[in-house]
């Protein structure tokens, strides 16, 4: 798990006016709330006087849980900015002086396509990865279905590996690939990353021989767009491109015919070692009429669920940090690229060192995602997430 890129913490539409959202995220535990004015926020949940949760629990039923735009600790009644900030302490008085420690870590916030997005992270915002641009959201002649919330009971790197995965549809998914292979001539089709266009991941095209569609227009010749723009020649069956963007970001797209496509977007939320919240988001540019949502929805739920069944088992829970650790095929060279991506944002420092997280957090002590404001002051109270150096040094702890 890494800090300092951009998560979903929930969808929009699940964030009401008034009513705090806990959320835990990278094994951390964040609140989510909206000021007087609708604008979300997004916290460190644990309150710095006496460790009470935020978001949690209030006996007192019916008193305002947000109170003059800041979100009231539950226990003795601190308020929060949404800037992190404690502005009122009742036990010394409203309205006096509140010390420079009493405050929370707050994370950037970004409301976009039906999510709230927070960066989390201490890195400065020129520095930042930008949170992926969709450049068909909105658009005249796409439609985007309602975010659809996975909660899955496995590691997200193993989430993403899958969705990457060309090798898997013709076992996995009846529908989408031959299930009845042909013995003799099937394989999967070589094929090439080449880096993503916006940065911090990867991208390829993949053709898969598909069963004959009822429609005539099946592609059969032409250039498809890839996300940078040049092209491909295409045959008569479907392709499909995937990538990274981040650690956490997977955009596939899927190319029906010349002008029918599927845009799928997964923004994962690792929640822990054990846990993924997958918010995803599907366009599309056919099939636009609203009811059609409804039976997509209800495709993509069966889709995933085949391949839930089967990730739930897998092992080791994290992937193996070195690729030694299993058998790779040519096919697999997805995963190699994402994979690599990874080991750039583990020289980056960004990676938490989770056995250490994992020794102490919630026992003698609580671990925060640092936020930007801690490049500018300092007195925090819960000391930040730890971090690998670098590759070498995560090397070093696996070996240790
Ligand atoms: S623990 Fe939050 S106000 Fe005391
Ligand atoms: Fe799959």
Not at 42 to 65: M, Y
Request: glycine share 8%; net charge negative; hydrophobic share 35%.
């Amino acid at each position: 798990m890494y800090i300092n890129f951009w998560y979903p913490i929930i969808r929009s539409e699940d964030l009401g006016e008034g009513k705090p959202e806990k959320v835990k995220v990278l094994g951390c535990n964040l609140v989510a709330f909206r000021d007087d004015e609708g604008n979300a926020h997004v916290l460190s949940d644990t309150c710095t006087h006496r460790g009470a949760s935020l978001g949690g629990g209030w006996s007192l039923a019916g008193k305002p849980r947000i109170v003059n735009n800041c979100i009231v600790c539950p226990y003795h009644g601190w308020e929060f900015g949404g800037d992190g900030e404690c502005k009122n302490i009742p036990s010394i008085g409203y309205g006096t002086k509140t010390p420079p420690r009493a405050k929370v870590d707050s994370y950037p916030v970004q409301e976009k396509y039906g999510i709230v997005f927070a960066f989390l992270g201490d890195e400065p915002e020129a520095t930042r990865p930008p949170l992926l641009q969709i450049e068909e959201y909105g658009q005249p002649g796409w439609r985007a279905n309602q975010v659809l919330v996975l909660e899955v009971d496995y590691y997200f790197e193993r989430s993403i590996e899958n969705g990457l995965d060309p090798a898997h549809n013709e076992f996995v998914h009846p529908t989408h690939g031959h299930s009845a292979i042909n013995r003799d001539t099937y394989k999967v089709r070589p094929y090439e990353t080449e880096d993503h266009r916006q940065g911090w991941g990867f991208w390829f095209m993949h053709e898969f021989d598909s069963p004959p569609l009822p429609q005539s227009d099946h592609i059969t010749a032409g250039g498809q767009a890839t996300p940078w723009g040049n092209t491909k020649t295409v045959s008569s069956n479907i392709f499909a491109g995937g990538g990274t963007y981040g650690p956490n970001i997977m955009p596939t797209y899927i190319t029906i015919t010349d002008d029918k496509m599927f845009r799928q977007y997964f923004f994962e939320q690792p929640v822990d070692e054990n846990k993924t919240k997958i918010f995803f988001l599907n366009m599309r540019n056919f099939l636009l009429e609203p009811e059609k949502d409804g039976p997509i929805h209800a495709r993509n739920k069966v889709i995933a669920g085949q391949d839930i069944t089967l990730l739930v088992d897998l092992e080791p829970r994290l992937t193996p940090l070195s690729n030694t650790k299993e058998v790779l095929m040519p096919a697999d060279k997805a995963i190699v690229a994402y994979r690599d991506w990874l080991a750039k944002f583990d020289d980056k420092g960004w990676r938490i060192d989770w056995n250490t997280f994992k020794a102490r957090h919630g026992k003698d002590l609580m671990y925060a995602i640092p936020s930007p404001g801690r490049r500018t002051s300092g007195n925090w109270v819960l000391e930040a997430v730890p971090l690998f150096k670098n590759r070498a040094a995560r090397k070093a702890a696996d070996e240790a």
